[in-house]
């Protein structure tokens, strides 16, 4: 009998099969989703984010109504390393995949820069950006189609509600 097998009814192993099934996932949109991009998958997980909250209207990160999302809303928001975000960010700016403004010192804006979420600067996708994210996110979805394709409806929604009650929970939100 597998470990997993005997193991199927301790909690551990739904935390421990969502580590094992990132590493995977990250190995294979390396090889699929990122083939032929000249960045790297931190770099495409900003774009992707700036792209989202722009044009799809993501609140996680959430843009303003010119696009702009805060540094620190997008740090939060990332799926993979936050680290050397601020590096990552002058690399995009450089390519001219994205801008950075200083948030306006006074004005509605202004307060953005206080309290414990406070930003002192926010970006925007540029139209080069918003090449390379909509493609990557093209090759996401044909990703996910590929590896869910024989996962019936039913066990999909269930695994998006599971992950939802872990995120609640971290959260602090017991209910």
């Known amino acids: 009998m597998s470990k997993s097998a005997q193991r199927q009814s301790h909690t551990i192993d739904n935390l421990v099969s969502i580590f094992t099934v990132r590493r995977d996932l990250v190995r294979e949109m390396e090889r699929t989703v990122m083939k032929d991009c000249p ?26 109504k010119d696009g702009f999302v805060t540094v620190r809303a997008l740090r939060d928001s990332l799926v993979h390393s936050g680290a050397l975000l601020s590096i990552r ?15 306006p010192q006074t004005g509605p804006a202004a307060l953005l820069r206080q309290g414990p979420n ?12 918003e090449e390379i994210a909509k493609r990557l996110w093209t090759r996401y979805q044909q990703l996910g189609e590929r590896l869910l394709a024989d996962v019936p409806v039913t066990q999909r929604k269930a695994h998006i509600e599971v992950n939802a009650a872990i995120r609640r929970r971290i959260a602090g939100d017991f209910d």
């Open 89 to 103: 960010l002058k690399k995009l700016k450089a390519t001219g995949y994205l801008e950075i403004e200083k948030i």
């Open 39 to 64: 960045l790297t998958i931190d770099m495409a997980d900003v774009l992707i984010d700036l792209w989202g909250a722009r044009r799809l209207g993501w609140d996680e990160p959430q843009a303003n």
């Open 118 to 129: 406070s930003s002192r600067s926010w970006v925007r996708i540029l139209p080069a950006g």
